[in-house]
């Protein structure tokens, strides 16, 4: 892995190598270590990165444009086939849940302490009117994970550094009459988490379990 990240960034850095040596040429540096800091100066491009995507065949491009589309639906006013126009589509979109009237008892419902009255307006309709209720939830979110720290540290395990970014959104609808009586959102419109994975002895770190400390049976 060290030969293939040098053989890499070879062509990409061989003008940024004689810029180095003419730079340096009056100091005492042994050239074949000025070349190596040179050369694994990139290699953090390097380092793992992954993502993970869903949102609706490209219906959103991002968190602010979903959230403004699900602030245009008005309930009682906007019909099933605007819903869907807008990308809220369960049967042709993507990361739709088709729930029941039942799935919305024990949503709004889930103890003795609330009760029926207390209900929003339209979840009491949809639970009124049962199987002609139609009701599904959509998901969305962009999640990307890249590791961040240095190369050599994280090629030999002593320091990973993984950040991970992104949005997630959820969105509830009930339709009845065809007629959205009822949305809700849940949302991550700004993630960001950061974990650090430190082993003091790096790659020896995994010897461990091959060489267990304490007495024996």
Partial sequence: MWYYCGLVQYK???AKYIRVI????DMNWHLPALLSLVVLSGCTSLLPKGSSTSNNKGAWVNFEQ?????DSIEVGK???TELYLAGFEPFNGQNAHILTFVDVVYKFMPSQNI???DLPEGVKQCIIAKETCFVFTMEAKDI??????GFWA???TFNRQTDT???????FFIILDDKVVYKLMSAEPNMYSRDVDKKPLGPLQSFGSFFPIGPSN
């Fill in 22 to 25: 003419k730079r340096y040429k």
């Fill in 165 to 171: 970014t992104g949005w997630k959104f959820s969105g």
């Fill in 66 to 70: 979903i959230s403004q589309k699900f």
């Fill in 78 to 80: 906007t019909t099933k």
């Fill in 12 to 14: 990409r850095g061989f």
């Fill in 154 to 156: 994280d090629s030999l």
């Fill in 115 to 117: 009760s029926f009255g």
């Fill in 144 to 149: 990307d994970k890249s590791r961040t720290g």
